[in-house]
């Protein structure tokens, strides 16, 4: 008697915008791949996207977009969809510079991503290169420590189309210091 094959569901980005927590996952050959998220993470990209969300509403620049908002912009695998813990979309790119209902297909002009401390280091370059690959200009990745990665396709040869600044991210409590304090 032959055991009949395991066949795991394929699901699509349609599935994953009427999921409850379908943002808390990233969609990656039909199979759903859970984001690990922390507080601490949590807190530095709410802390990133609030900033540049300020200076782009004051310049009225574009759009600051959140970690539920899915990209579907993989020329590889069209299905794909991943959340960054943040983007930013210049004034202009999107019809009438207003968000689709669904994820977004287009290639923003930012994106950040926070290392959580449950992320394995491979996961995290394969989504590097991943959105380096799908034509992302400019990609910030946040590590625990606060040391940042700005990361550009090295062929990029004109100026950013938009203002830059230096993000200042306040710093937690030493952690040895924060431990003994509690003890």
């Not at 791949?33 to 802390?47: K, L, N, P, T």
């Not at 540049?52 to 600051?64: E, F, P, R, Y």
Request: charged letters at 20%; proline letters at 11%; a negative charge.
């Amino acid at each position: 008697m032959s055991t009949p094959p395991v066949v795991s569901h394929q699901y699509t980005p349609e599935d994953l915008l009427t999921m409850p927590d379908g943002h808390r996952f990233d969609l990656v050959d039909g199979h759903l791949v859970e984001r690990h998220m922390g507080a601490e993470s949590s807190w530095i990209a709410q802390q990133v996207n609030r900033r540049l969300g300020n200076d782009v509403a004051a310049s009225q620049g574009g759009l600051v977009l959140g970690p539920d908002c899915g990209y579907q912009i993989f020329p590889d695998d069209p299905n794909q969809v991943r959340f960054p813990d943040g983007s930013f979309i210049r004034r202009g790119r999107l019809p009438h510079d207003v968000p689709p209902r669904g994820h977004v297909r287009i290639v923003p002009d930012l994106l950040i991503e926070v290392v959580s401390p449950n992320d394995l280091a491979w996961e995290v370059e394969v989504k590097v290169t991943e959105y380096l690959r799908a034509g992302v200009p400019l990609l910030w990745v946040f590590y625990p420590d606060f040391s940042v990665r700005c990361l550009e396709p090295v062929s990029m040869r004109f100026p950013h189309p938009y203002p830059m600044k230096v993000l200042v991210i306040p710093e937690l409590p030493d952690r040895q210091s924060a431990n003994s304090a509690s003890d």
